[in-house]
């Protein structure tokens, strides 16, 4: 291949960092406890280093145990009865113990949760003779070690012992079980990681009282089952809202939270049964959903899961009332459930069953005190404007109708402008766009980009959204875009975000904007009913008015077959995505300019006897010219990639 910065993907792995470590005796309890924790930890999707010194090929992984105590913020020592006879297992804790003295001036917090199986925190810290003579027994025999540890090491493990807290743990004596245990050290780890916690902006200015309104409404400390729909209008920070809601409850729900992000693009483009999935998979103790065939027995799953349990679960965006039925099983909530939604359309609450079972919260927009100290923040990076612009700065606030968005993508357009006529010529602008327009207010900042920003903009807006950032910039790099300049450019105007694990995220009045304009210019089609429409024309001559550039077709029921011919209509494209679609035909000369190719086949195995069943395609893409390529749920004979890959 042309280009050393191919890509070829065909799985999504976790990052290298472990975030909790799990340190115990292997006779004592590896088998039992020790591996009931460590799947059920990693059922709740936490990355755990697990040690076992008897299975350990000699000497050498202690480069590997530092860089994962190194890298874990959560320590989990095990006492059981012959710990402390493991010089391995003191080593650990040593090591834990001086990483979280360190933490404490570093700012990056770490925390040793102990768990004391079927030992007293007097054993532990040496007030009794269990773990003492342990100790003493080491260094009787520390001349026979061929010095793996000395008389300082012996000492520093002693006071590692002594440190240890006994009440952020648990003893096994004063629980019921193993079972609740467990469940009882996956919450605390849960809560400590804030694996559940919703990033939100820094920048929150008056939402003070509606915070309390909201918690007042929950009526958190009683027991009782509320659900409560905020409404109001695009970008008036309902989402926010929410974010900041869940987050300050989550402690107490442990893991029985779920945050639905976005449900109504969710169900347009993935269907209520991906939803329905993703709600399962947050309150259930598997990392992945069990199967569900259709809606109404994910409904019933999912209130078999929540009916004994008290649950925080947010839908965020709703647009229908069908994404409420599907979701919440309103007869299933156990006492003490509490339920936020979030929608544009107070209407979608007319929903048969669920008769005087909201209470409703409509969201205003901020006062005109806090829309200029929102909009001096990013115009001025101060909570007011400075005096020789403080008229015009309020003139321009007056606006945007104290909507945040348009308040932080407007100052932060603004900012570093020193030019008086252009500030002058964004108030003009802005006084043209009707008031209720926010759209029209949005694009004004878009308008504003730089051409190849705005391409990066409405690429992220069509695909990206929720997808890491990698890929996209190996193809944004071979168009010339300058990517990185751009990203930084798009975050500072509020325009995208980049969330913690490197994945593209987008207010959803933003992602909307993009795609009006995208499909206003025809460039990007990511709607199937549109997609289809455009295949299927009569006419399969190539116009040079088509400049559809990207396309991503998802087929969420029956598969679609798309021909060469009718790929032939878009000669221009450089992205390509289809998921469950079947391609049949020569592709040769069809994808040209193609620089990325996504192709999954969902539950097929592609070999050289069947596949003409599935993939009736050849010289299905130019692969000298693409820089990024990802084939999933294909395997392939070489044979059968051969056929279909012209290089």
């Known amino acids: ?40 930890l990693e059922d709740a ?8 010194e008897d299975l350990r090929p000699g000497e050498r992984i202690r480069d590997n145990l530092l860089r994962a105590i190194d890298d874990s913020k959560v320590y989990i020592p095990i006492f059981s009865k012959n710990y402390a006879s493991s010089h391995w297992c003191l080593w650990e804790l040593a090591k834990m113990v001086e990483n979280t003295s360190k933490s404490k001036e570093g700012g990056n917090k770490k925390v040793i949760l102990p768990i004391f199986y079927d030992v007293k925190p007097d054993d532990v810290k040496l007030k009794t003779t269990l773990y003492s003579e342990a100790i003493l027994n080491l260094e009787q025999k520390m001349e026979d070690q061929k010095k793996k540890f000395n008389s300082d090491d012996v000492e520093t493990w002693r006071q590692a012992l002594k440190e240890v807290d006994r009440t952020k743990g648990w003893e096994l004596e004063e629980s019921q079980g193993h079972g609740d245990l467990i469940k009882l050290v996956v919450n605390e ?34 027991g009782g089952v509320r659900i409560i729909v905020i409404y109001g209008m695009g970008g008036i920070g309902k989402t926010t809202l929410a974010k900041i809601i869940f987050n300050q409850l989550c402690p107490c729900f442990g893991r029985n939270c779920s945050f639905l992000d976005d449900v109504r693009e969710t169900a347009k483009t993935k269907g209520l049964l991906e939803l329905q999935k993703k709600l399962l998979s947050d309150i259930s103790y598997y990392r992945e959903a069990p199967n569900i065939a259709n809606n109404d027995l994910g409904i019933i799953k999912i209130g078999e899961t929540v009916c004994n349990k008290k649950m925080l679960i947010v839908l965020d965006d709703v647009d229908e009332g069908n994404q409420i039925e599907n979701l919440i099983p309103v007869n299933s909530l156990c006492l003490g459930t509490k339920i936020l939604v979030t929608t544009r359309d107070k209407s979608v609450l007319n929903i048969r069953g669920f008769e005087n079972k909201f209470k409703d919260y409509e969201m205003v927009g901020l006062s005109d005190k806090d829309a200029l100290k ?12 400075p005096a020789n612009y403080y008229t015009l700065s309020k003139s321009i606030v007056s606006t945007a109708g104290g909507l945040p968005l348009a308040l932080e993508a407007i100052g932060s357009s603004l900012f570093g402008e020193e030019t008086r006529g252009i500030w002058e010529e964004w108030l003009q602008k802005l006084k043209k766009t ?55 450019v798009l975050i500072k105007r509020c325009m995208i975000e980049v969330l913690d694990d490197d994945r593209f995220g987008m207010h959803d009045q933003f992602r909307d904007l993009g795609r009006e304009i995208a499909k206003q210019e025809h460039t990007r089609l990511w709607d199937e009913k549109d997609i289809i429409r455009e295949l ?26 798309v021909t060469s011919e009718e790929i032939k209509r878009f000669p221009h494209i450089r992205f390509l995505s289809l998921y469950n679609v079947n391609c049949q035909g020569d592709f040769t000369g069809c994808l040209s300019k193609l620089r990325w190719i996504d192709l999954c086949y969902p539950y097929i195995r592609i070999d050289k006897a069947r596949r003409n069943q599935h993939l009736e395609a050849t010289n299905l893409s130019h692969l000298q010219n693409a820089v990024v390529v990802n084939l999933s749920g294909l395997q392939f004979t070489d044979d059968v990639f051969k056929s279909l890959i012209k290089i």
């Open 434 to 488: 009707p008031h209720e327009d926010v759209l029209g207010k949005l694009k004004i900042s878009y308008d504003a980009l730089e051409p190849k920003h705005q391409q990066i903009f409405l690429d992220i807006a069509c695909f990206f959204i929720g997808e890491d950032k990698t890929n996209p910039m190996y193809m944004w790099k071979d168009r010339e875009f300058f990517p990185e300049r751009a990203i930084k």
């Open 374 to 385: 929102l909009f001096s923040r990013h115009a001025f990076n101060d909570n007011s404007p």
């Open 45 to 52: 999707g936490i990355r755990v280093f697990i040690d076992d």
């Open 189 to 222: 780890v849960v809560n400590r990681l804030e694996t559940r916690q919703r990033q939100v902006t820094k920048d929150l200015v008056g939402m003070e009282d509606q915070i309390a309104a909201i918690k007042k409404l929950l009526d958190i400390n009683r």
């Open 1 to 40: 291949m042309a280009s050393s910065e191919t890509r070829t993907s065909t799985s999504n792995t976790y990052g290298s960092e472990y975030q909790v470590f799990l340190s115990f005796r292997g006779p004592d309890t590896r088998r039992g406890f020790t591996n009931c924790l460590y799947v059920t």
């Open 536 to 561: 299927r024309l009569t006419s399969t001559e190539i116009k040079e008015g088509v400049q559809v550039e990207a396309l991503c077709l998802r087929s969420l029921k029956d598969r679609i077959t």
